[in-house]
């Protein structure tokens, strides 16, 4: 089942095969649109048609037959007519006489025995609206904020203070300015959004589906279903890919299929088609951040001030902790005494945006790095120099106030990313804009550095205290072996293998006694959503702590049973004591489960006590730790057809601990591939009609396997020792700075400065063909 | 509707089809073969692929009614009696994360090289350009098909120098 080097008696740091790799090379994963339910039926949602507006009627063609379909409406709530998320603002179905915020805000649910009888029954519902003037997209709203501050519409702000900027840009040499602008990115999971809602005779739902937080409906839903969170049960089926975009929205999802299934009693299946996802899920914020940098001669900043303002779309959902994210990684990375980030969350009527892997983070750091290289042309520095001179390492003082600690390996990345990479002299060797006689491409090389901060942000974590079990169980063969109970989801990162590799280790038991059951809310304690690159860090963590409770349990056990009372160690599947013969696992587990009921070990997340954190000022620990990474981007741009070509990225993390060599070398891989799409291929607007302009993936464009650029991923490890076995965020940072590497990478190249991502081919030949010379 | 016979996985099936139902939904739908997956029902993602009288097609862009007489092969007729060479090295290296390409890409990498046992670099991502997948980068996938190729030229090497 695994390999293990001969070398070391661990499972952690080793790269053992993937605990579900069998079941998905051989077709045995049954994801939810595989699972054979019988006599569930199918559920369509109804739209509206405007994206402002009164919704006036919703009316059913008396000429269709309903006699077979059930229509659910607003009408058809059991309780309040609220998500509850962030706020309580959103309703769950749009209602007659209310006001609609975006297109295709959802009206009714239709449910048929079949899909096609759904579809035929919603295309007989008409929805009229009486439209109202609409604001779609980010510009509009960045125009308000810019000429008339007090009619812009915020959902939600935030300022980080440090020091004094207006004593800092006093001080500075020069005081530089910039603008940089992001759009919307489609997570693009393979498998489409999907969700099964049974109602059950007592009154209570169950619910399965393809997504991230199995508790999040069992708390965000009550109000709507009028249901407590024991009688709302959830279960996660495989997740084909998820990236964020299955955190909030499967909430939504599962209101949506409950209403006609409480409505007729039939379980009730929601599976979107891709023009539908793509059109009517969450997508990550668009941006527009502006720094103002006070700086001396010598390069050091005196002063930043940074606006962030991200697109929340109609309403707040979860947008007010993405904004947060935002702004604590907008000034993160460098040295300054100096720093105000102002942050505020748009309101737009447009569909309102959602998590995407790095959750604002990706945002800030395509502000900041593309800046940094604007000041270190101004100041005519050297991107790399004037990054090794600023950046944030252990002792330094973050904009919340926060020390870094020593657990920290930003010089470490740094150091190894330019040295991997020849930077130095690849820099100097960058076109400028210059063809060479009978060359077609200009080349350049770019690079960024940035932090993530690991778990959720601020006090999350210490509010929320991670619960996680693992059980004493017999397994599917017989055998005595654990089980892992988290809330925590696969969806491709690895958390089955990894956990088990850390339960492994704790435990002192093979990886093969060990099972992960799919999170099912009526079975496992809350360990948290699947989000915020939290798992590994945290409830690896709590199963480390938690498998060590089983196994002292065990250990007691045994002791009192097979060794007369001497204290006795379990050691790579063995009860020993010196000088007596070894017992194995499986005889004191059978043993005790035959004589003990609910045998398992707990485990309760904390911080550590002297982590504070103040959510009204934001002053404080906004992070338990951070993770480092540096990307250095080399690109080629055909000076002709304009097209860039990203042809090497060298990648160093410091990730902490790094469990798994070979996953989390994939899991950086495609973070950085979709970060590669997110820098010059994938372009999602809004259109007039308040749809977006991209429906389906000939408009909407991923990278394919010929447009991957070679990796280079290495880690440096800084573990983060609190929390055993010392892992640190992975998910989210591969995803945070390629963009601004490869805009840097273009500037090299083209001696163009671009402000706004994607870098289509079209921005390319604007920017080489403008009359006045970008900044280079 | 029509009446169709083909050979499914090895053995012979008949199923009736209407005009427009494609190949992936007779599958899908009435004959219980759910590793061909729909990732956008147009063509565009790959993650239907089977194969067809041994070449890869996309089943969502096949009308049940073409397969007639023809020979198509999914994942589920894919290494019955164990794993194949492919599938084990993509198992071992860890290649896949949320799985839901996988099958599409095992039988375009395994059309792939029995075509063409020998192939470049440029030669696997030509064959594997129609695939998409959002987790992985692509780089284990390529790396593990020019693997197993070159193992399997080796070992084909070294039979015919015994024999």
């Given at each position: 089942m695994s390999k293990r080097s001969?070398?070391?008696?661990?499972?952690?740091?080793q790269s053992m095969i993937r605990v579900d790799g069998d079941g998905k090379v051989r077709g045995r994963t049954q994801y939810l649109n595989d699972i054979p339910y019988k006599g569930v039926w199918q559920g369509v949602v109804v739209r509206t048609?405007?994206?402002?507006?009164?919704?006036k009627a919703v009316t059913?063609?008396?000429?269709?037959?309903?006699?077979q379909v059930v229509v659910a409406t607003a009408?058809?709530?059991?309780?309040?007519?609220?998500?509850?998320?962030?706020?309580?603002?959103?309703?769950?179905l749009a209602a007659v006489g209310g006001e609609i915020k975006?297109?295709?805000?959802?009206?009714a649910v239709v449910a048929a025995p079949t899909l096609a009888l759904a579809q035929e029954a919603a295309r007989h519902i008409t929805v009229t609206a009486d439209e109202l003037p609409a604001l779609l997209t980010l510009p509009e709203a960045i125009k308000i904020y810019k000429s008339a501050p007090k009619k812009f519409d915020t959902m939600q702000s935030k300022r980080i203070v440090k020091g004094d900027v207006a004593k800092g840009f006093a001080l500075a040499d020069e005081i530089i300015t910039g603008e940089y602008w992001a759009g919307h990115q489609e997570q693009l999971y393979l498998e489409n959004q999907g969700v099964v809602v049974f109602p059950q005779q007592d009154g209570s739902i169950w619910a399965e589906g393809s997504?991230?937080?199995?508790y999040f409906p069992v708390h965000e839903l009550n109000d709507a279903l009028?249901?407590?969170?024991?009688k709302i049960r959830v279960r996660q089926t495989p997740?084909?890919?998820?990236?964020?975009?299955?955190e909030e929205y499967p909430t939504m999802l599962i209101g949506y299929a409950a209403l006609p299934a409480l409505k007729s009693g039939k379980p009730v299946k929601i599976t979107y088609e891709r023009n539908e996802d793509i059109l009517f899920t969450p997508k990550r914020h668009p941006v527009w951040v502006r720094y103002k940098t006070g700086v001396k001669?010598?390069?050091?900043?005196?002063a930043i001030e940074c606006d962030f303002v991200i697109d929340?779309?109609?309403?707040?959902t979860i947008s007010d902790v993405v904004m947060f994210r935002g702004i604590l990684h907008c000034a993160l990375a460098y040295r300054c005494e100096n720093v105000i980030v102002r942050g505020e969350v748009a309101r737009t009527h447009s569909f309102p945006s959602g998590a995407f892997r790095g959750f604002g983070a990706p945002q800030a750091v395509w502000g900041m790095e593309s800046h940094l290289d604007v000041v270190a042309a101004r100041l005519g520095k050297k991107p790399d120099e004037l990054r090794l001179q600023l950046h944030a390492r252990p002792g330094d003082i973050t904009p919340t106030g926060q020390v870094l600690s020593s657990e920290n390996g930003s010089t470490a990345c740094l150091q190894l990313a330019l040295k991997r990479s020849d930077f130095a002299r690849k820099l100097k060797e960058s076109s400028r804009g210059r063809l060479k006689r009978g060359q077609q491409k200009l080349r350049g090389i770019g690079m960024s550095f940035f932090g993530h901060g690991a778990?959720?942000?601020?006090d999350g974590e210490a509010n929320f205290k991670a619960k996680g079990r693992v059980e004493l169980a017999l397994l599917e063969d017989g055998q005595p072996g654990v089980n892992i109970r988290v809330s925590?989801?696969?969806?491709?990162?690895g958390v089955h293998t990894v956990l088990t590799q850390i339960v492994a280790d704790a435990m002192?038991?093979?990886?093969?006694?060990i099972r992960y059951p799919m999170a099912d809310t009526g079975l496992v304690p809350n360990s948290?959503?699947?989000?915020?690159?939290r798992t590994t860090m945290v409830v690896g963590n709590v199963v480390h702590r938690a498998a060590g409770d089983l196994k002292a349990q065990l250990e007691a056990f045994a002791a009192e049973?097979?060794?007369?009372?001497k204290a006795c160690e379990l050691r790579t599947g063995k009860f020993v004591v010196k000088g007596t013969r070894a017992i194995p696992f499986a005889k004191v587990a059978q043993a005790m489960l035959t004589e003990c009921q609910n045998i398992s070990g707990k485990f309760e997340f904390l911080l550590p006590p002297e982590i504070q954190w103040d959510q009204g000022t934001?002053?404080?620990?906004?992070?338990?730790g951070y993770s480092w990474g540096v990307n250095i981007a080399e690109v080629e741009v055909?000076?002709?057809?304009?097209e860039v070509a990203v042809k090497r990225v060298a990648a160093v993390f410091d990730?902490?601990?790094?469990?798994n060599p070979v996953s989390a070398s994939g899991q950086v891989e495609g973070g950085l591939t979709q970060a590669l799409g997110y820098t010059i291929m994938e372009k999602l607007g809004t259109g007039k009609d308040g749809l977006y302009d991209a429906t389906r993936l000939q408009t909407y464009i991923i990278p394919t396997i010929l447009d991957v650029p070679e990796f280079d991923v290495s880690f440096v490890e800084y573990p983060y020792?609190?929390?055993?076995?010392?892992a640190k965020g992975l998910g989210e940072i591969p995803m945070d700075g390629l963009a601004p590497a490869i805009a840097n990478a273009i500037a090299a190249a083209t001696g163009r400065r671009i402000?706004?991502?994607?870098?289509?081919p079209e921005v390319i030949y604007q920017a080489l063909h403008a009359d006045s010379k970008g900044t280079p | 509707m029509k009446h169709i016979t083909f050979q499914l996985n090895g053995s012979a099936r008949s199923v009736w089809v209407g005009p427009n139902e494609t190949l992936l939904d007779v599958l899908?739908?009435?004959?219980?073969?759910?590793?061909?997956?729909?990732?956008?029902?147009?063509?565009?993602?790959?993650?239907c692929t089977v194969l067809l009288d041994g070449k890869a097609v996309r089943s969502c862009l096949i009308?049940?009614?073409?397969?007639?007489?023809q020979s198509v092969t999914t994942l589920e007729g894919v290494g019955q009696k164990g794993p194949t060479a492919l599938q084990k090295a993509f198992i071992e290296n860890n290649?896949?994360?949320?799985?839901?390409c996988a099958p599409g890409v095992i039988l375009a990498a395994s059309a792939l090289l029995a075509e063409?046992?020998?192939?470049s670099e440029a030669e696997v991502r030509e064959a594997l350009a129609g695939n998409l997948c959002?987790?992985?980068?692509?780089e284990p996938i390529v790396k593990t098909v020019l693997a197993v190729a070159k193992k399997t030229a080796r070992q084909s090497t070294s039979r015919r120098v015994r024999s």
């Open positions: 001969k070398k070391s008696d661990r499972w952690v740091g048609p405007v994206a402002h507006g009164i919704l059913l063609d008396p000429a269709f037959d309903w006699s009408e058809d709530i059991p309780g309040e007519n609220i998500v509850h998320m962030h706020d309580r603002t959103m309703p769950l975006y297109r295709g805000e959802p009206v997504l991230q937080c199995p009028r249901l407590p969170p024991e997740v084909g890919g998820a990236f964020g975009g299955k001669k010598d390069g050091t900043f005196t929340g779309g109609a309403y707040l778990a959720f942000t601020g925590s989801v696969e969806m491709g990162q002192q038991i093979g990886p093969e006694r948290g959503p699947t989000v915020a690159s049973k097979f060794f007369k009372g934001f002053v404080g620990d906004a992070y338990p055909d000076a002709l057809t304009c990730i902490g601990t790094v469990i020792s609190f929390a055993p076995p010392g402000n706004q991502i994607p870098i289509t | 899908r739908g009435k004959l219980g073969i759910k590793t061909p997956k729909e990732g956008c029902g147009r063509g565009d993602c790959g993650a009308l049940a009614v073409e397969v007639e007489g290649v896949f994360q949320c799985g839901f063409n046992p020998k192939p959002r987790c992985t980068g692509y």
